[in-house]
């Protein structure tokens, strides 16, 4: 059975940082690409950043410059490196981790809460 398992949320004032890993099991983490996903309240869940299982990166416009996502494949663990906070990125943080085949298959940590204070 897959799990994602996130860890490093918590509270942080503006401009500081948050460090958030996710470590897999039960999966071949190395063919699955991985993703950070948040969801605020009242708004829908949104791609954060994404590293492929050839570790190429891509971020929303609004976390460019200021989160850095990576992996460890003989960890199992991806990390979202999170600096510059801004109030508007308080918001739970899921990891995702999905793999395209014959079919798809995909999987989601249960969440952690991020809030950044102004």
């Known amino acids: 059975q897959v799990q994602l398992a996130e860890s490093g949320g918590g509270w942080v004032q503006t401009g500081g940082s948050l460090s958030l890993s996710c470590a897999a099991s039960?999966?071949?983490?190395?063919?699955?690409?991985m993703a950070w996903y948040r969801q605020a309240p009242g708004k829908q869940r949104e791609l954060v950043a994404a590293i492929t299982s050839g570790h190429r990166t891509n971020y929303a416009d609004s976390v460019t410059g200021r989160f850095t996502i990576s992996r460890d494949n003989t960890k199992a663990t991806v990390w979202l490196q999170m600096n510059s906070l801004k109030p508007e990125d308080t918001a739970v943080y899921f990891c995702n981790a999905r793999f395209v085949a014959a079919a798809v298959y995909e999987d989601w940590g249960q969440g952690t809460q991020v809030t950044v204070s102004s």
């Open positions: 039960g999966l071949s983490f190395s063919v699955y690409d």
